[in-house]
């Protein structure tokens, strides 16, 4: 008996309602399933790219400065002027017909002095040195090697069956300071890919047998275990250190797989037992310790069909703090809309709840639906993640529990972009972001299936892209300034009529890409494509 339990508001035992995680029971209509809907995917078309056009001037990132002197000038007639003006070379590379990078002195502007520059007549160009940044495939083996098709997969067919990680990485990949909380069965403590992510509660000394913090738990030190009131959330299920890994495991450290988020805080909230079964006043409890001590998120990949008022009212409570509560649909292959499972059939604006896609981007066979009171779907079958067996242990599991955690990862890389924005806003950037899909047509409110990638771009205000050109020693250096992490076309023309491709780039977290094409005699004009 915890000390919850004795609150007056609770659920009576009688109506007390067990949890159960959400793994999905064995089903046989996988095979009718698949072929049906394959052959719906196949019918559709990929949406059409946004095309956008510009040209002209750019943003500025450093205040170095590229100068490209002209062939036909003394080098020391260049030399001579530069010294009388207020600016230092940094460089000087002889090979690049001495092509340098200059720093304006204080109180100069970098765009002041490239006007100085280019009004000298001595210079070819100068432009601004634009920060470029790689584009950073994580390390993890289980990524490396295609298991983590959730995150990313190459297309088999029409549809983009996994939510789009990569492209996400490449405008956000860290939470470090959001604190998620994972209401589960625990989460190994100690687990190689996990244990660097997990939330440490800063006023609780830990192993001193003391409440240092007067919360009411003793050690309480990476979160709480409700079975038992103590401050031990270790794993003894599997479900919980599964559900983290996909939220969170450590991203580009080497080993096994990578969360959506490659760092974020995993609150351990344990109130599944041993059987994944636990009890509501146990959830409550978690519910509440995960809002006195600052998660913003909280992920329950359970549920059951049984309504209580006091559930209810802890999600409630957690809505006033701001909390998004990210729930699992239920494997039931049964639709909520007449069929309620809760906690995910509440209708709470704080509340999202989620169905499972497969490989082939349809609805999995065990899972629920339902057009009101079902959100979105997420990938939910053989999905790879961390294990509570062993520190270096990972498992394949497959139900709505494991969409769900794709779904928080993405909202904590929203809440890491954008840490100042409303709850309400970011749960209408994942929804109204969401990849139509045939299978979830009708099935699900959004009817469609989360994209990481376009949950955060839905935020992002959208920029003109802008492209200069240069000409340089080995041909024309065009440099593009436009939205962050996205693929450019850039073609060239010399009659604004017809014209051809000559470089792909994608643009750094800055909204920076540079490349060099090959110089062609004649004027050319040239424009830039979103891909
Ligand atoms: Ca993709
Ligand atoms: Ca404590
Ligand atoms: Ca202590
Ligand atoms: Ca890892």
Request: charged letters at 20%; glycine letters at 10%; aromatic letters at 8%.
């Amino acid at each position: 008996m915890n000390s919850f339990n004795r609150k007056p508001y609770l659920v009576p035992p009688s109506r007390m309602w067990e949890w159960v995680c959400f793994f999905p029971r064995p089903h046989g209509r996988g095979a009718l399933w698949a072929g049906a809907v394959l052959s719906l995917l196949l019918a559709t078309t990929p949406a059409l790219a946004q095309e956008t056009f510009a040209h002209s001037k750019s943003k500025l990132r450093t205040e170095r400065i590229i100068v490209q002197p002209r062939a036909d000038i003394d080098p020391a007639q260049f030399e001579q002027w530069s010294q009388s003006q207020p600016m230092d070379t940094l460089r000087v590379h002889p090979r690049l017909d001495n092509l340098r990078v200059m720093l304006p002195r204080s109180g100069m502007g970098q765009a002041e002095m490239i006007a100085r520059l280019e009004g000298s007549g001595l210079v070819e160009f100068a432009e601004p040195d634009y920060v470029l940044s790689a584009s950073i495939t994580p390390d993890d083996p289980d990524y490396l090697s295609g298991a983590a098709w959730g995150l990313n997969s190459t297309p088999s067919g029409s549809i983009d069956v996994d939510i789009n990680a990569p492209e996400a990485w490449d405008l956000v990949r860290y939470a470090s300071n959001v604190v998620v909380a994972v209401i589960d069965s625990g989460i190994r403590q100690t687990h190689e890919d996990l244990r660097d992510n997990l939330w440490t509660n800063p006023n609780e000394i830990a192993g001193n047998g003391i409440d240092d913090d007067n919360d009411g738990i003793v050690d309480d030190v990476h979160g709480y275990n409700a079975i038992d009131n103590t401050g031990s959330a270790d794993d003894n299920e599997g479900h919980g250190t599964h559900v983290a890994g996909i939220i969170g495991a450590s991203g580009n450290n080497g080993k096994g797989s990578t969360g959506v988020a490659w760092t974020v805080r995993l609150m351990s909230l344990k109130f599944l037992d041993s059987d994944g079964q636990g009890a509501t006043s146990d959830a409550i409890a978690c519910i509440d310790y995960a809002r006195a001590h600052g998660a913003q998120l909280i992920n329950a990949s359970w549920g059951g069909a049984g309504q209580s008022q006091a559930l209810r009212r802890a999600i409630d409570r957690a809505r006033a703090s701001g909390i998004i509560f990210v729930t699992a649909a239920g494997n039931e292959s049964t639709n909520n809309d007449r069929t309620p499972s809760y906690p995910a059939s509440y209708a709470v604006d704080n509340m999202v709840s989620v169905a499972a896609s497969d490989s082939l981007g349809a609805l999995a066979d065990f899972s629920n639906y339902g057009s009101t009171s079902v959100d979105l779907m997420a990938p939910g079958v053989n999905i790879r993640s961390t294990w509570y067996s062993g520190d270096s242990a990972y498992a394949n599991e497959s139900g709505t529990s494991m969409s769900t955690p794709f779904v928080t990862g993405v909202f904590a890389l929203l809440k890491a972009r954008f840490p100042t924005t409303d709850y309400t806003q970011l749960i209408a950037a994942v929804l109204n972001s969401a990849d139509k899909v045939p299978s979830a047509a009708g099935k699900m409110v959004t009817g469609g299936k989360l994209n990481a990638r376009a949950a955060i771009k839905y935020l992002t205000p959208t920029v003109s892209p802008v492209l200069t050109m240069a000409s340089g020693s080995d041909g024309w250096l065009l440099n593009l300034t436009a939205e962050a992490g996205a693929g450019y076309t850039c073609e060239e023309s010399v009659d604004l009529v017809t014209w051809t491709s000559v470089a792909s780039v994608t643009t750094d977290a800055g909204g920076h890409a540079a490349t060099t094409i090959t110089k062609l005699a004649g004027a050319r004009f040239f424009r830039a494509r979103q891909d």
